[in-house]
C-alpha cells in the first residue's frame, strides 16, 4: 500500500514537471508570435518590410520630414508640393541605388 502510494506521488509529480515544461514551451511561443516585427513581416512581405524600415529611420533620424510631411497634407497647396518632392526624393533615391549597384560591378 506505501509503495503504490509513492508510485502515485512520483507519477504525480512527473505529470506536474511535464505540464511545467509544456506551460514554458507554449508562453515562449506566445512571446515570439507578438512579436511586432513578426505581423509587419506576414503583412508586407520582404522587400516591403525593409522599405518600411528604412522609411521609419530616416523620419526618426530627420524627424522635421515628418513634420513637414504632415503640414504639407494639412495644407491644399502643400499636398501638390508635396507631390513634386516625393518625385523628386524617388528620383534620388533610384539614381542613389542605381550608383550604389554600378560601383558594385
Do not use: C
Not at 43 to 65: A, E, H, I, T
Request: hydrophobic share 45%.
Amino acid at each position: 500500500m506505501a509503495l503504490e502510494r509513492a508510485l502515485q506521488i512520483e507519477m504525480l509529480r512527473a505529470q506536474a514537471d511535464l505540464q511545467r515544461q509544456t506551460i514554458a514551451m507554449h508562453s515562449q511561443n506566445l512571446v515570439t508570435s507578438l512579436d511586432p516585427s513578426q505581423h509587419i513581416e506576414a503583412l508586407l512581405g520582404g522587400s516591403q518590410k525593409d522599405l518600411l524600415g528604412q522609411g521609419l529611420s530616416l523620419v526618426s533620424r530627420y524627424p522635421f520630414l515628418l513634420s513637414l510631411a504632415s503640414d504639407a497634407l494639412a495644407s491644399r497647396g502643400g499636398r501638390h508640393l508635396l507631390g513634386i518632392g516625393a518625385g523628386i526624393a524617388g528620383l534620388w533615391w533610384l539614381i542613389s541605388k542605381r550608383s550604389s549597384t554600378d560601383a558594385r560591378q
